[in-house]
């Protein structure tokens, strides 16, 4: 029993190290809105940037190049990979940095945490199990306890900690889209000035 528990917690080990590696393949027939995506195409070239939606025919992105918005046929789209990259609205890379000033470690603490109650009640079990079959590897059996509670704790504070780049993700999109809304609005309003004084020197040379 005591082997049994320690592949177990390999095994848990192995998937947590799976889930830190590798890019997740997106759904080409209901790909998520604004995620940052790389779309491999069947000319062997690849494109970058963010869903706004699609379907089973159609995908249409925000290019990353280009920053407009584009369409892609399906039958030219081998597969859509989550970018190593997170893109704003727009089509620019947000920086690791700016991503950072918006994140919290609030779901990495929950969700760690939870993980951990999660893995040691399961290693409780082996606890007891490896008494039962020998009473005098109290230390082992306290090992392989520990084991599952941190490998619970680290498996999920992964996930948790996915969860809070990722809402880090989107409040940064958020501030940029903000910000962008303001500029637009203060230049309009330079553009109103400049028309309505422009008007007003038209009148005062009118009348001159």
């Not at 195409?41 to 379907?55: F, K, M, R, S």
Request: aromatic share 8%; with cysteine; glycine share 8%.
């Amino acid at each position: 029993m005591n082997k049994a528990g320690v592949c177990i917690l390999s095994l848990i080990i192995v998937f947590a190290l799976l889930q830190c590696s590798g890019r997740k393949t997106i759904n080409m027939e209901e790909p998520p809105s604004q995620t940052s995506v790389r779309i491999n195409l069947a000319n062997g070239t690849y494109q970058e940037g963010i869903i706004v939606t699609g379907d089973e025919k159609k995908l249409v992105y925000v290019n990353a190049e280009s920053h407009r918005v584009d369409t892609l046929d399906s039958f030219n789209i081998t597969s859509i990979v989550e970018s190593e990259y997170d893109y704003d609205f727009y089509g620019n890379v947000i920086p690791k940095s700016e991503i950072n000033q918006h994140k919290s470690y609030k779901n990495t603490f929950l969700y760690g945490a939870g993980g951990l109650v999660l893995g040691t009640a399961v290693g409780f079990g082996a606890f007891v199990a490896v008494l039962a079959a020998d009473s005098n590897q109290v230390a082992a059996a306290n090992l392989v306890m520990a084991g599952f509670g941190i490998a619970g704790a680290a498996v999920f504070g992964m996930m948790g900690h996915s969860s809070d780049v990722e809402n880090a993700v989107e409040k940064a999109r958020e501030a940029r889209y903000k910000e962008e809304q303001k500029q637009m609005i203060e230049e309009k309003k330079k553009l109103e000035e400049l028309k309505k004084q422009k008007d007003e020197l038209k009148k005062k040379q009118g009348k001159q």
